[in-house]
């Protein structure tokens, strides 16, 4: 079974740095794209970047470009999200998902509450 | 504002048909296929139909997609309480080089 599991929720503080995983299992993990995306509360769906881990080509949506980072470790077929300085508006939903022309399958998410 | 534009809700009762619309330009809708998500309450979004008009296996085909120049809907026949949900309609864009995605329909079984 294709799967991406992501790590747990996070509590942060402002200005706090962060670093979230997205581990994938049952495939490939070098040979698809992995995508980020952001839902506020609330809110829909935001693309935030994506990555190929065969060889880290990375692509970030202008609106998240220098905000966020994206990295992957092929070695243990998972990627990450990290932020050097959190900020409140960074509370959210943090999706995983494979891309391959659609996210399929998606991780099951994880939540981000930045609050002093 | 999303680069995609649905309707914010929609709505019908049981049994019934409902479309739902998104509109996109010439860089994304208009020169790559389309998908849509659905994203029931308190879960993560999971593809409902791929490359305009594809079901993956395990959705039913009360579903349906289509797509026409810059536009696509989403027709959902025989409408049933489970089908409540929020959809979102989806495509690559060329000129932002990555996928974007319409604002959501939040769709109500009355």
């Given at each position: ?8 929720a ?27 995306v952001?839902?506020?509360?609330g809110k829909?769906?935001e ?10 080509d ?6 998240f470009?220098?905000q966020?980072?994206i ?27 494979r891309h391959?022309s659609?996210f399929?399958?998606?991780g ?9 | 504002?999303?680069?995609?534009t ?7 009762t049981p ?9 996109g330009s010439?860089?994304?809708i208009?020169s790559?296929?389309v ?29 349906s997609?289509s797509?026409s120049?810059?536009?696509?809907s ?5 409408l049933?309480?489970?089908?409540e ?5 989806a495509?690559w864009d ?6 974007v ?10």
């Amino acid at each position: 079974e294709v799967q991406l599991v992501q790590s747990g929720a996070e509590v942060k503080k402002p200005g706090e740095s962060l670093k979230i995983s997205c581990k994938g299992s049952g495939y490939s993990f070098t040979s698809y794209w992995i995508g980020w995306v952001r839902q506020m509360p609330g809110k829909g769906l935001e693309w935030m970047g994506i990555i190929y881990p065969g060889d880290s080509d990375t692509r970030y949506s202008p609106s998240f470009q220098g905000q966020v980072t994206i990295s992957a470790d092929k070695s243990i077929s998972t990627a990450y999200l990290q932020w050097s300085s959190l900020k409140a508006s960074d509370t959210a939903m943090y999706y995983c998902a494979r891309h391959s022309s659609w996210f399929d399958p998606w991780g099951q998410g994880t939540l981000v509450t930045v609050s002093s | 504002q999303s680069v995609l534009t649905q309707p914010p809700s929609a709505s019908g009762t049981p049994g019934q048909r409902v479309t739902i619309s998104c509109s996109g330009s010439s860089s994304n809708i208009g020169s790559n296929t389309v998908n849509w998500y659905q994203q029931l309450p308190g879960t993560a979004p999971k593809v409902l139909i791929y490359s305009n008009n594809q079901r993956p296996s395990g959705v039913p085909d009360r579903f349906s997609g289509s797509k026409s120049g810059t536009s696509a809907s989403l027709a959902i026949s025989g409408l049933q309480s489970e089908d409540e949900a929020d959809y979102y309609c989806a495509a690559w864009d060329d000129s932002l080089k990555g996928p974007v995605f319409g604002g959501g329909t939040k769709l109500t079984v009355l």
